[in-house]
């Protein structure tokens, strides 16, 4: 009977989890080159598989009779976000793979789809939303005058007059090497495994990505998610009252 609130209890903690990434992919669905996250859940070790005296005894299908499932490690979809003509000259769009790179507080690269960018008062290209200086493939800030029209072209290369002609950070990596850190920005946890694209970025200028984010897709999950929820909530109501009734016999007898 305890088995069965735990994994009530497990299941709504799930849910509850589902709901949060939900909610936040949502609140996103207008955040330029946003990318939404997967709510992941993994099935729970029951007692013989989790206890490490049992290993000679573990079959394929004791998982299918284990103690519901736990929130898992959440992921990233990487998919292309619709583009936006803006017009605007320093507003960037990445068409395929790959995240421009920006400068972290101790110097490490940081990424992101937002290509909204602007030029400082110090002269330095920046990223809007979060003012972090935006790097070259050289991994250094690029530095523009504002007084001069910019042109960026179609792999990257940011030109003004005769003077400046250097090349966007563009690099790429795999979902699950990618953490949030907030202001739409991400980071790799393996630096080793981000590397340059091979044949350059589809940069379009002008341009901006919009959110990846399907609001229709998100509220039919918030709705499912709900029910589910519910219905834990409702198993976990029986068993206790199950509980009760049983020591009720007990105290009787």
């Known amino acids: 009977m305890l088995t069965g609130l735990y994994m009530s209890a497990a299941g709504l903690q799930t849910q509850e989890y589902r709901q ?93 789809r937002d290509g909204r960018f602007l030029i400082n008062n110090d002269g330095y290209l920046i990223n809007a939303a979060s003012g972090r200086k935006v790097l070259s493939v050289a991994g250094e800030p690029i530095s523009l005058n504002p007084a001069l029209p910019v042109h960026i072209t179609n792999r990257g290369y940011v030109q003004q007059g005769e003077g400046v002609s250097v090349q966007l950070g563009v690099v790429n990596t795999t979902a699950d090497n990618l953490s949030k850190r907030g202001a739409n920005i991400m980071a790799a946890e393996d630096p080793t495994r981000v590397t340059p694209l091979a044949d350059g970025a589809a940069v379009r200028q002008g341009f901006l990505e919009q959110s990846a984010v399907d609001p229709v897709v998100e509220m039919v999950n918030m709705l499912e998610g709900q029910r589910v929820f519910e219905a834990n ?14 020591n009720m016999i007990g105290r009787v007898a």
């Open 20 to 112: 949060s990434v939900t909610a936040n992919n949502l609140a996103n669905a207008q955040t330029t080159g946003f990318k939404r996250d997967f709510a992941v859940m993994q099935a729970r070790l029951n007692a013989a598989e989790a206890d490490p005296r049992m290993a000679a005894f573990r079959q394929p299908g004791l998982r299918q009779r284990s103690g519901g499932v736990w929130p898992g490690p959440g992921s990233i979809d990487l998919s292309q976000g619709s583009l936006n003509q803006t017009g605007n000259q320093s507003d960037v769009a990445l068409e395929g793979p790959g995240f421009f790179t920006l400068q972290g507080d101790k110097g490490e690269k940081l990424l992101t």
């Open 233 to 246: 909530a409702r198993m976990l109501t029986y068993q206790d009252q199950t509980l009760q009734q049983l």
